[in-house]
């Protein structure tokens, strides 16, 4: 799950991490009060979505007066903001972050995250802030600075002051970047986060280490402990069919291509995305109906799929293992009597009772096309696309 910048920050707050003041806004005249209510004299004014890159496509704006305030407001709020992270459809800005402006000497990246290789969270800091990582790590990976930490130690105190001595940073600089480094983790650690992205980093003239920026992203799986993140989710921001396959707990990713796949198990449907790909295909999204799948969880997968306007055909993929064919193969007949479908259907099913199954899609009445192997089924779908 994903949450805003400012809600990050409140939560970062909470553990001690130092952010600036700021407030939300959702429209022009809560931002200009915000303002006032933070003083100083100069501002900065953030769109809030759930992408990165937001400066660039022209949604963070520095404001120098009040009557600025308002100007750059009106220009961010309902503006349409196309980011590399949004893709080209972009995404409209609903709110607002009103920030007191920093005086900033140096810019500096922190992140955490799981990285499953060793099974261990990471901890990375680089001289490069305001850079997205991803082009640090492919043009200059010498500059990302690496500390893995033990399950059952944690964030160790000689680890984060080797990683601010990495940065280069000095006197107070150094003492406030450890403790900075510290706190991040423990509040990464607490709330079961899956990422916690700190670009950039800042240090001020004064020597302070505060957290500009600040993308969080929490385990799903860990929601249920904290009822309170999960209040901070923010539906406007995510795809409508995501939403809605989250109510029938479905694992569904939009992606751009036009074949519909529906498949048991994440691995299944990852090699099955792949072999979609190979037969000259392109995957229209991931769909895991999980080891129970039923014709209910069948049918909700078929309306979820097929509200999808890219969608020209739908390969479903099925491994009878925990849940038997013939079991699966009704549930299929049922929903696509219940579910209008104007696209072929290509159908491969796997396993237990395999046969049982095949006899009832052929006996159906309906036009399945069935395929014999993994292989067959991607050749079939990507052909009656052609046709």
């Known amino acids: 799950m994903k949450i805003h910048e400012y809600q990050g920050k409140e939560i970062l707050r909470k553990y001690n991490v130092p952010v600036p003041i700021g407030k ?22 953030k769109a809030q979505i759930h992408a990165g890159g937001r400066g660039k496509g022209g949604g ?18 309902g503006m349409r903001l196309v980011t590399h992270q949004t893709g080209p459809e972009g995404k409209i800005v609903k709110r607002l972050l009103i920030e007191q402006g920093m005086n900033i000497a140096k810019e500096l990246y922190v992140g955490i995250t799981l990285d499953r290789g060793c099974s261990q969270n990471a901890i990375m800091a680089s001289t490069e802030g305001g850079v997205e990582i991803e082009k640090v790590a492919a043009e200059t990976p010498e500059k990302i600075l690496k500390e893995y930490v033990h399950p059952g130690l944690g964030l160790q105190r000689f680890q984060a002051q080797k990683l601010c001595f990495g940065l280069g940073l000095t006197g107070d600089a150094f003492k406030n970047g450890v403790k900075f480094m510290m706190s991040l983790y423990k509040a990464y650690e607490a709330t079961d986060a899956s990422l916690a992205e700190i670009n950039p980093l800042v240090i001020t003239q004064e020597g302070d280490v505060i957290a500009l920026d600040a993308k969080m992203n929490f385990d799903d799986n860990a929601l249920y402990r904290h009822p309170e993140i999960v209040e901070m989710r923010d539906l406007d921001e995510e795809d409508p069919l995501e939403v809605e396959a989250s109510k029938s707990n479905l694992n569904y990713i939009k992606l751009d291509g036009n074949v519909g796949c529906m498949v048991n198990g994440a691995g299944l449907a990852m090699g099955t995305m792949d072999i979609i790909k190979l037969a000259g295909g392109m995957p229209a999204n991931f769909l895991d109906v999980g080891g129970g799948a039923n014709a209910q969880t069948v049918e909700a997968g078929f309306r979820i799929i097929l509200k999808d306007p890219n969608v020209k055909a739908v390969l479903i993929n099925i491994f009878g293992g925990i849940v038997r064919c013939d079991r699966v193969a009704t549930g299929v007949v049922e929903a696509a009597k219940n579910v209008k479908i104007s696209v072929p259907i290509v159908i491969r099913l796997a396993g237990t009772n395999a046969d049982l199954a095949a006899d009832i899609l052929k006996n159906s009445g309906l036009r399945f096309l069935v395929a014999d192997s993994l292989k067959d089924a991607a050749e079939k779908v990507t052909k009656a696309i052609a046709a």
């Open 24 to 45: 939300v806004a959702f429209s022009v005249d809560e931002a200009v009060r915000a303002a006032e209510a933070i003083g100083g004299s100069v501002w900065v004014v």
């Open 60 to 77: 963070v704006k520095l404001a120098r007066n009040i009557d600025e305030v308002r100007e750059r407001s009106s220009e961010i709020l």
